[in-house]
């Protein structure tokens, strides 16, 4: 090494141990930002950092928020025209008596195909539709799932409304009824982590709004985020699922509440990992309370209440693997109270393990099933449970179809038929 490469080699060490030095001595955040946490206040009158009662004024105040910082929303009711979006590394907290509201449904046809990658689509009664308004395009075929385009409009101009992202697919108008409605998730944290969202109350206002799986929306939606809280919170009348989140990891929903939607009371689902459900109560759903949906592994659901379902308690199907439901109340669901879907023994809902759970009065007046483990599922272990049949004709405490795989019975206490 020549002298000049030397001097410029020892620039370079002081100036990394400068570096380091003040990174260490710097004061930092919880989520590792080296500026103050700052709390940002959002209310409908009197004193606070935003002023005023919709999701704009809402999403204006989370667009102020830095890494570390806490969003505070004041009493009130919030309708909510678009999903309020929240970045990453905040949390979210609400105060008693706020609600946020979803907004009164509208819809309109198109005038013609809305084709992939499309940012302007073309509407009937562009005087239903507004700049900021959250959207859902579909048609007859393509109205469910991941094939539904869920958008916000940047422009109205005539009978052209600007929108973005853009579609996901190709909408038909002609054989297939292609159609805008203001359709949308409501509170949200997509591509996101380290979120805390808490003391929250949404509501979807179901009897005035058009129907949104779970896949693409929720009164909560979370999508592909990490390490992503809903504490304390309540979701409720959503035309649709209550709690639902898609691709996300270590997603924790405490000492929650979610009831009277449509669909489901919460929907982990697409290859959801490690998640924890625990102290909520799940009930008076139209379909299911708590619905594993593809790939959802390595899950704990514990200390939770789900009764009074329209069909089923817990729901089990593709790829659910390794998951633990404990100390759970099960009860009274319209079908079954634990339901595996049918899938190829691969593909099945496969060692899963239920302990200590009371599973009670689960059916209707021509079925009903404590639980319910269909053809090719395997290696489940029900251990140290009470369990009963709801006592009608044709029910049974614990129903293994023809085909089901392994089952592990241990200590449990069963009231009715055992069989298959």
């Given at each position: 090494?020549?002298?000049?490469?030397?001097?410029?080699?020892?620039?370079?060490?002081?100036?990394?141990?400068?570096?380091?030095?003040?990174?260490?001595?710097?004061?930092?955040?919880?989520?590792?930002?080296?500026?103050?946490?700052?709390?940002?206040?959002?209310?409908?009158?009197?004193?606070?950092?935003?002023?005023?009662?919709?999701?704009?004024?809402?999403?204006?105040?989370?667009?102020?928020?830095?890494?570390?910082?806490?969003?505070?929303?004041?009493?009130?009711?919030?309708?909510?025209?678009?999903?309020?979006?929240?970045?990453?590394?905040?949390?979210?907290?609400?105060?008693?008596?706020?609600?946020?509201?979803?907004?009164?449904?509208?819809?309109?046809?198109?005038?013609?195909?809305?084709?992939?990658?499309?940012?302007?689509?073309?509407?009937?009664?562009p005087e239903r539709f507004h700049p900021g308004m959250g959207?859902?395009?579909?048609?007859?075929?393509?109205?469910?799932?991941?094939?539904?385009?869920?958008?916000?409009?940047?422009?109205?101009?005539?009978?052209?409304?600007?929108?973005?992202?853009?579609?996901?697919?190709?909408?038909?108008?002609?054989?297939?009824?292609?159609?805008?409605?203001?359709?949308?998730?409501?509170?949200?944290?997509?591509?996101?982590?380290?979120?805390?969202?808490?003391?929250?109350?949404?509501?979807?206002?179901?009897?005035?709004?058009?129907?949104?799986?779970?896949?693409?929306?929720?009164?909560?939606?979370?999508?592909?985020?990490?390490?992503?809280?809903?504490?304390?919170?309540?979701?409720?009348?959503?035309?649709?699922?209550?709690?639902?989140?898609?691709?996300?990891?270590?997603?924790?929903?405490?000492?929650?509440?979610?009831?009277?939607?449509?669909?489901?009371?919460?929907?982990?689902?697409?290859?959801?990992?490690?998640?924890?459900?625990?102290?909520?109560?799940?009930?008076?759903?139209?379909?299911?309370?708590?619905?594993?949906?593809?790939?959802?592994?390595?899950?704990?659901?514990?200390?939770?209440?789900?009764?009074?379902?329209?069909?089923?308690?817990?729901?089990?199907?593709?790829?659910?693997?390794?998951?633990?439901?404990?100390?759970?109340?099960?009860?009274?669901?319209?079908?079954?109270?634990?339901?595996?879907?049918?899938?190829?023994?691969?593909?099945?809902?496969?060692?899963?393990?239920?302990?200590?759970?009371?599973?009670?009065?689960?059916?209707?007046?021509?079925?009903?099933?404590?639980?319910?483990?269909?053809?090719?599922?395997?290696?489940?272990?029900?251990?140290?449970?009470?369990?009963?049949?709801?006592?009608?004709?044709?029910?049974?405490?614990?129903?293994?179809?023809?085909?089901?795989?392994?089952?592990?019975?241990?200590?449990?206490?069963?009231?009715?038929?055992?069989?298959?």
């Amino acid at each position: 090494m020549n002298r000049h490469d030397a001097r410029i080699e020892f620039a370079i060490l002081v100036l990394t141990i400068a570096l380091v030095a003040t990174s260490s001595c710097a004061p930092h955040s919880v989520s590792g930002s080296t500026t103050a946490s700052r709390t940002i206040t959002v209310a409908q009158s009197g004193t606070a950092d935003v002023i005023g009662s919709d999701s704009a004024t809402l999403q204006k105040a989370a667009d102020m928020l830095r890494p570390g910082d806490t969003l505070v929303i004041g009493p009130g009711t919030y309708r909510m025209d678009a999903s309020l979006l929240i970045p990453s590394d905040v949390t979210v907290r609400g105060t008693d008596g706020k609600i946020l509201l979803k907004s009164r449904g509208v819809e309109s046809t198109l005038t013609e195909d809305a084709d992939y990658g499309d940012r302007y689509v073309s509407v009937t009664n562009p005087e239903r539709f507004h700049p900021g308004m959250g959207v859902e395009i579909s048609d007859d075929a393509l109205h469910s799932g991941w094939d539904v385009t869920i958008a916000r409009i940047m422009s109205v101009e005539d009978h052209i409304l600007k929108i973005d992202p853009p579609t996901v697919r190709d909408y038909d108008l002609e054989h297939k009824h292609a159609r805008v409605s203001n359709t949308y998730p409501i509170l949200c944290a997509m591509n996101a982590e380290n979120v805390s969202l808490e003391d929250l109350t949404v509501d979807g206002n179901k009897a005035e709004n058009l129907y949104l799986d779970g896949c693409r929306g929720g009164a909560i939606y979370l999508y592909n985020v990490r390490n992503v809280t809903v504490k304390n919170c309540v979701a409720r009348n959503y035309n649709g699922d209550g709690i639902s989140f898609q691709i996300s990891e270590n997603v924790r929903v405490l000492n929650s509440e979610s009831y009277g939607q449509t669909g489901y009371g919460v929907h982990p689902g697409t290859g959801s990992s490690n998640s924890l459900v625990e102290r909520c109560r799940l009930h008076n759903n139209g379909d299911i309370g708590l619905f594993l949906c593809w790939r959802v592994r390595h899950g704990q659901f514990r200390d939770n209440v789900i009764e009074d379902n329209g069909h089923y308690g817990i729901s089990i199907g593709h790829k659910d693997t390794d998951n633990e439901f404990a100390n759970n109340t099960i009860a009274r669901n319209g079908t079954s109270g634990v339901y595996f879907r049918e899938e190829t023994p691969v593909n099945s809902g496969n060692r899963n393990t239920f302990r200590g759970n009371k599973v009670i009065d689960n059916g209707n007046a021509k079925a009903g099933y404590g639980f319910y483990i269909a053809k090719g599922v395997n290696d489940t272990v029900i251990s140290g449970n009470d369990i009963s049949d709801g006592g009608g004709t044709g029910h049974y405490a614990i129903y293994r179809a023809s085909g089901a795989g392994p089952v592990r019975l241990e200590k449990n206490s069963i009231q009715g038929r055992v069989g298959n």
